[in-house]
């Protein structure tokens, strides 16, 4: 078929989770009419289906989360809320099931697989998409997706998609390429140049859910593998501009885990608007505490036990190599007795405790976020279908838009949500 051209009523842009979920209920909608069989196909740049799915969640896909709200998510409230309600958390759980996939809650309120393997959702997304009847393509790179002009029936297809030197004739389009996280599963960022030729803007980008890295002189290094409870702070100036409790986890390079690759987001985002000089990520190694009530801590602890060493003092709060590492970058004398600390170095101490500015040198970059912050604003698609208000029969979904969800599943959730929406509203006859 080199050089060929097809018809379709619906092409779909992109196999990640939004795009294979858009496949799926585009063809349960037209299979739940009586009018004629309509043709879907699937275009997917790489060489295997999911591959963003596969390595998530370490193996296992953290499908959704049992509590998900618009207050998970960066983007615009009222769009947010309303894509949200209209395929929720249980929604999707009692869709998986129904794809033979049953979920189990884990204590944080993340939903697995019950198989605990990504590969069960992989496949049982791919099943249903042959069951259904869309012809799946894959090392199908798409290149351009080009308007019919106006007034040109040409078969009933208002655009064509170009991959190769193929192309396909598509009565509606779904665009759902993904944003530039993980490049290796085939994420790039080329669908957003496709949507800029067609009249959509691109708000700025960057790496979001990443790690970051700390600059040294730092105690990181020796902390490696350490996990700890903390408060980070994201500050402009003097302004706190946000603020979450969460586990940290030291490694050779900086910080990871939950807390710090959700303010990862927040701390890149204010660099580029206010410059890295500006920007501060400030951590409380004692939650709940601010400098006042820790010093008060400390003076109670030190007159009851006077001749405790002061790192066994702080044991009793943080974890015991913290503790040693924040003593020492004090210049403090980890053996000293807790009674025996001078006013000077104890409040040199406290500031460390509750108010430790980390000397973040940058993120670990798109290798390794899992998701991208920016892409299609909200407000140029309808909320209701995820069609394009600037270019009619076009629908955007997933990471293509300028939404993203903390960790814990809630970036799977935004894929099935919008790939439903997109999916049902293609599918209607016109």
Known sequence: MDGASETTDITIVGAGAAGLAAA??????????????????????????????LISGGGRCNVTNSAVHPEDYNGARNPVRNILAAF?????????????????????????????????????????????GV???????????????????????????????REVRARRVIVATGGRSLPRTGSDGAGWEIVRRLGHSVTATHPALVPLVLAAPMFHAELSGLAVTVELSVIIG?????????????????VSGPVAMDASRHWLAARTRAGPAAVAMRCNFMPG?????????????????????????????????????????????????????????????????????????GDRGWDHAE??????PLGEIDYRTMESRRVPGLYLIGEMLDCDGRIGGFNFQWAWATGYLAGRAAAQPD
């Not at 196909?41 to 999911?50: D, F, P, Q, Y």
């Not at 003097?238 to 900086?254: C, E, N, P, T, Y």
């Not at 998701?371 to 299609?376: D, E, I, M, W």
């Open 238 to 254: 003097a302004k706190v501009i946000d603020r979450r409790i969460g586990s940290m986890l030291w490694s050779h390079f900086g």
């Open 371 to 376: 998701v991208t912050a920016g892409g299609v």
């Open 88 to 132: 929720d958390q249980q929604a999707a759980a009692a869709w998986f099931a129904a794809l033979g996939v049953p979920l189990k809650r884990e204590p944080s309120g993340k939903l697995f697989p019950l198989s605990d393997s990504a590969r069960t959702v992989v496949d049982a997304l791919v099943a249903r998409c042959r069951a259904r």
């Open 135 to 165: 012809a799946l393509r894959m090392d199908a790179r798409v290149t351009d997706v080009v308007r019919s002009p106006a007034g040109v029936a040409d078969g009933g297809a208002g655009f064509t998609v170009r991959y190769g030197d």
């Open 289 to 361: 505490d601010n400098f006042e009530r820790c010093e008060e801590w400390i003076l109670k602890a030190a007159a009851a036990h006077p001749r405790m060493m002061l790192r066994n003092l702080l044991a009793e709060r943080v974890a015991d190599r913290l503790g040693a590492a924040i003593v020492r970058g004090c210049e403090i004398d980890p053996a000293i007795a807790a009674g025996q600390l001078p006013r000077d170095r104890r409040r040199r101490l406290v500031q460390a405790l509750t108010a430790f500015d980390l000397p973040i040198a």
């Open 24 to 53: 799926i209920f585009a063809a349960e909608a037209i299979r739940g009419t009586r009018g004629p069989a309509r043709k879907i196909v699937l275009l997917e740049a790489a060489r295997r289906v999911g591959a963003k799915i």
